[in-house]
């Protein structure tokens, strides 16, 4: 989500106050994937990732990573983090979409429950409380592991 604000009479800008970000520098991996912020194809309208569906349920290498930044917004402002569909992409770190820790980022802990050719969920920022307003969006696609 972007607002538009004039600035200095003429020129337009975009102010974003959260944006998402790959979790680590290096080759992308299965626990650090790699997002497409670039441009929203489709019907995506949101940055796009692909991570793989979780069989062993004690394994916790196949969670992913996103990293969530905080643009222009303040520090100190509850931000909740919630999945459009928890039978395909679940949220487990923060635990039951408490608010997000202050500070200027934050490393989010995502869990591909059901993959298909693929599945999809939408994660959403909320600002204020879990059920509040949607300030930034981003499309997860879960998919089955080929062998």
């Known amino acids: 989500m972007s607002i538009e604000k004039e600035i200095f009479g003429a020129r337009v800008y975009r102010l974003v106050p959260v944006r998402f970000a790959r979790a680590a520098r290096g080759n992308p991996r299965f ?74 980022h934050y490393d989010i802990r995502l869990r591909g429950i059901s993959g298909g050719n693929p599945n999809s969920a939408t994660i959403q920022v909320r600002a204020g409380n879990p059920a509040g307003a949607i300030i930034h969006e981003l499309i997860v696609w879960v998919y089955q592991p080929v062998t």
């Open 31 to 104: 626990s650090r994937p790699d997002l497409d912020d670039r441009c929203y194809s489709g019907s995506d309208h949101a940055p796009t990732v692909g991570i793989m569906e979780r069989r062993n349920t004690t394994d916790t290498r196949r969670d992913a990573y996103i990293k969530l930044v905080r643009q222009n917004i303040d520090p100190e402002f509850p931000l909740y983090i919630t999945s459009s569909d928890d039978t395909t992409v679940k949220v487990i770190d923060p635990p039951n979409k408490v608010v997000v820790p202050n500070g200027l």
